[in-house]
C-alpha cells in the first residue's frame, strides 16, 4: 500500500518513467482521456494494421470502456478466449459473476449453446465441453492478427506489463498474434 501510495502521489513522475521505459523496448504508449478516445486509439491501430480478428483475454478494463462493441460495429471480429467469457459471449447475454461469467448455466445449456453456435454436437459432458472450446480458440488464436488484453499492474521503471492469468489464454492473446494492445488504466502504474 505504500507503494500504491506513493505511486498516486508522483503519478505524474511515474507515467513518464513508464512511458519511456516502453518506447525503449520498442513500444508505443497511447493516451487516452476518456472511453470514446481509447476505442477511437484502438480501432485506429486495428485499422492500420489490417486486422480483422481480435483475439481477447479477459479484461474489466475493455469491458468498462465497452470495446467490443465497438470493434465489432467496424466490423472486427472480437473474440473473448477465457471460457466463461467466451460461453457467455456465444450466449449474447452479460455475466453472472465478475469472477465466474457463466456459473448460471448448466453443462446441458452450455452443450445445447455449443451445438447450435458451433454447429456440431457436443456432449453434456464438462471435459469434453472444455475440449471443444480449446480447439475452437486455438484455431481463433493462431489466425488473429490483434490480441488484446488488460494488465494487473504495469511498472514504470521497466515499461513491464504484469498480465495474471489462470487459463493460459492470457498468455495466447499477448504473444501468438503479431501485434498485442493492452487497455490498462494509470492506476495500475
Known amino acids: 500500500s505504500d507503494i500504491r501510495q ?19 523496448a520498442g513500444g508505443h504508449v497511447h493516451w487516452a482521456e476518456t472511453a470514446e478516445d481509447a476505442r477511437r486509439i484502438v480501432l ?6 489490417n486486422v480483422k480478428t481480435v483475439v481477447k483475454s479477459k ?39 465478475i469472477i465466474v461469467p457463466a456459473v448460471h448455466l448448466k453443462k446441458e445449456e452450455i452443450a445445447a449453446l455449443f451445438s447450435e453456435k458451433l454447429d456440431i454436437h457436443a456432449p453434456t459432458d464438462p471435459i469434453e465441453l472444455a475440449r471443444i472450446a480449446r480447439e475452437v480458440l486455438r484455431e481463433k488464436f493462431l489466425n488473429a492478427e490483434m490480441g488484446i488484453s488488460g494488465g494487473n499492474f504495469l511498472i514504470a521503471e521497466t515499461g513491464t506489463l504484469v498480465l ?6 492470457g498468455r495466447m492473446c499477448t ?7 493492452a487497455v490498462a488504466g494509470i492506476d495500475k502504474v
Open 6 to 24: 506513493h505511486t498516486i502521489e508522483n503519478m505524474d513522475v511515474y507515467l513518464t518513467r513508464l512511458e519511456t521505459a516502453v518506447n525503449s
Open 59 to 97: 479484461s474489466m478494463a475493455t469491458e468498462e470502456i465497452e470495446l467490443n462493441h465497438a470493434l465489432e460495429a467496424a466490423g472486427i471480429e472480437a473474440i473473448e478466449t477465457d471460457l466463461g467469457e467466451y460461453i457467455i459471449q456465444l450466449a449474447g447475454t452479460g455475466p453472472s459473476h
Open 164 to 169: 495474471v492469468t489462470n487459463e493460459g489464454n
Open 175 to 181: 504473444t501468438m498474434p503479431d501485434l498485442h494492445v
Open 44 to 49: 485506429q491501430i486495428a485499422k492500420e494494421n
